[in-house]
């Protein structure tokens, strides 16, 4: 791809907002519209656009390969951390009131809700990203 340089600013100028804009979605999906999934959509659409402004090699720079499988393992951690939390407290799994019920912590549910958002939306980004950079590896052909 030939080198622009209004695209290359405008990515440069947008992704940090962006990505704030993704933060938002993701710990606000619990109350309002949004979640762990739509956040992680729009964090790795800021990669994704990276990766059209300033080409693979940006993209891997920033966000290296095992990094990725570190972020999809994380947040798949957190989701089943406080799942099997759940379970040893006596409860189902995910089954948030129980840890507060069993700690006496008011609104404890609150935060492990937007933990679970948290760790959707790391997942989430971090596999997109992933299917991304894999398809431009391969040319733009995703078999």
């Not at 710990?27 to 739509?38: D, I, M, R």
């Not at 492990?112 to 760790?119: R, S, T, V, W």
């Amino acid at each position: 791809m030939r080198e622009n340089v209004v695209i290359r600013t405008v990515s440069r100028l947008s992704v940090p907002f962006i990505q704030v804009f993704a933060l938002y979605v993701i710990v606000h999906g619990a109350l309002e519209a949004g979640g762990g999934f739509q956040g992680g959509v729009v964090f790795a659409a800021s990669f994704i656009l990276m990766l059209i402004a300033f080409g693979r090699a940006s993209v891997r720079k920033r966000l290296a390969e095992r990094w990725i499988v570190i972020y999809s393992a994380l947040g798949i951690t957190i989701y089943v951390g406080i799942g099997l939390l759940c379970l040893l407290v006596g409860g189902n799994f995910l089954e948030y009131g129980a840890i507060e019920a069993f700690l006496g912590i008011p609104h404890l549910q609150v935060y492990l809700i937007d933990g679970i958002e948290i760790a959707i939306g790391i997942t989430v980004m971090a596999v997109m990203t992933s299917i991304i950079c894999d398809m431009a590896d391969k040319g733009g052909e995703s078999s």
